[in-house]
């Protein structure tokens, strides 16, 4: 089976990277992570990816005048990794659409909240602020207009009443680590594929119940 040559592009703690490299060190997975670029000289998960013995680089996006040599130097390491596929997990660079059609339909990005809702910073806070009783996180294809792109999966969580962006935050986090996996898996696997501007997926791909729930009054309703 061939694996498919995924990059993975960090800022900071690197989390979601932890979990979608713990992920392909599973046998059959359809992907395994051949390098860990951050745009952050002091990102912690490089340190944690180079100590598990996976290539890493960074490419400090102040030591470039703008924006566009920035983007083609961060192209020239993936490409210099053989990269088939790109997922972005905690990268805080805001990628232009030159960048980002060079990778689309090949790149995915997790962002900590139900989309279309809250796209952005600050992701929890507008979900308080909106009042909603469900919150979570999407995997999607990247295109050109942040957060907006084809979605993959998403994960769900309760909003409990007295929460906190922070307890929020950490209530999204470990589902974040369960989805972003799925949905590279998804991807490389051909099981879902960027096709206009929708995800199609495997028809006989068994991840979504697609039966409605049957909901049966019970004794007291029927009096
Ligand atoms: C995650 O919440 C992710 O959804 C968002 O940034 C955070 C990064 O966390 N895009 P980590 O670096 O993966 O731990």
């Known amino acids: 089976m061939h694996r498919q040559r995924t990059v993975v592009l960090i800022s900071g703690r690197g989390s979601n990277m932890m979990s979608l490299v713990e992920a392909a060190t ?6 395994e992570i051949v390098a ?9 998960g490089i340190g944690w990816a180079a100590a598990r013995g996976i290539a ?8 470039f005048p703008d924006r566009s040599t920035f983007e083609a130097a961060l192209h020239r390491e993936i490409v210099g990794f053989g990269a088939e596929l790109v997922c972005l997990a905690g990268f805080m660079r805001v990628l232009t659409p030159n960048f980002v059609r060079l990778w689309q339909g090949r790149m995915l990005n997790i962002h900590p ?11 929890q806070e507008q979900a308080l602020a909106a009042g909603v009783r469900i919150a979570g996180c999407t995997v999607h294809f990247v295109v050109p207009e942040m957060d907006a792109g084809p979605i993959v999966v998403q994960g769900a969580v309760p909003v409990i009443p007295g929460d906190t962006p922070d ?26 594929a960027m096709v206009g501007d ?6 006989r791909l068994p991840l979504v119940n697609h039966s409605p729930p049957v909901i049966s009054p019970s004794s007291d309703m029927l009096g």
Do not use: C, W
């Open 26 to 31: 599973a046998p059959g997975y359809p992907a």
């Open 36 to 44: 860990v670029l951050a745009n952050r000289p002091d990102a912690a």
């Open 56 to 63: 890493t680089a960074v490419v400090d996006h102040k030591t």
């Open 113 to 123: 909240s139900l989309l279309p809702s809250f796209k952005g910073l600050h992701t």
């Open 167 to 192: 307890s929020l935050a950490a209530r999204i986090l470990p589902v974040e680590h369960l989805v972003y996996p799925q949905a590279l898996a998804m991807v490389a696997s051909g099981k879902a």
């Open 198 to 203: 929708r995800v199609v997926f495997q028809s």
